[in-house]
């Protein structure tokens, strides 16, 4: 049991780790190019983002981690003794709160929103979606990173407990 544990923290931790990889690169570049062109040729290449994203690689990684996250809060909960549960419990909270939570209530609306609405109120509404969906990615992008740190300050202290009290 405790060598599957392990697999699955460092998968988490993988996982984590890429998908704040990717929304890192939202934050950093991606939006700020789509808010420096025409405001219909951004409407359209978000909208199109947004269909295009859904991929089984990406999905695998986005839903698949935060089911490894919901296992290792329970697993983290119930071995709560063992060496690094309480930093695998916050991991996974991290992850499951600020990323896939903050993305089905906000992001994922907001993207909705702007794909629904008619092409006159999608560019009224642009400027507003641009400043809150970044926002919110920001939010996103740290609690990705800060998961991953967690989850690899978790699989240091539970499998090399001298590395994690250096």
């Known amino acids: ?13 993988i996982g984590t780790a890429i998908v704040g990889g990717m929304f890192y690169a939202f934050s ?4 700020r190019a789509l808010g420096r062109i025409a405001p219909e040729q951004g409407v359209a290449a978000m909208n199109s983002i947004n269909v295009a994203v859904i991929t089984p ?7 698949g981690t935060a089911l490894l996250c919901l296992g290792l809060a329970a697993t983290s909960v119930l071995s709560w003794q063992q060496p690094g549960s309480g930093l695998a419990l916050a991991a ?3 992850y499951l709160v600020g990323n896939f939570g903050l993305t089905m209530r906000l992001n994922q609306p907001m993207n909705l929103r702007l794909a ?31 998961a991953a740190t967690l989850f690899i300050a978790a699989l240091m202290r ?5 590395a994690a009290q250096q």
């Not at 629904?116 to 609690?143: C, K």
């Open 1 to 13: 049991m405790e060598r599957a544990l392990l697999v699955v923290t460092f998968a988490a931790a």
């Open 28 to 31: 950093s570049f991606v939006m």
């Open 57 to 63: 690689s990406f999905m695998a990684v986005f839903a």
């Open 92 to 94: 996974s909270l991290l």
């Open 116 to 146: 629904a609405l008619h092409p006159a109120a999608a560019l009224a509404y642009w400027p507003q979606y641009l400043q809150a969906w970044t926002m919110w990615n920001h939010v996103r992008t740290a609690a990705a990173v800060l």
């Open 158 to 162: 539970a499998w090399l407990p001298g």
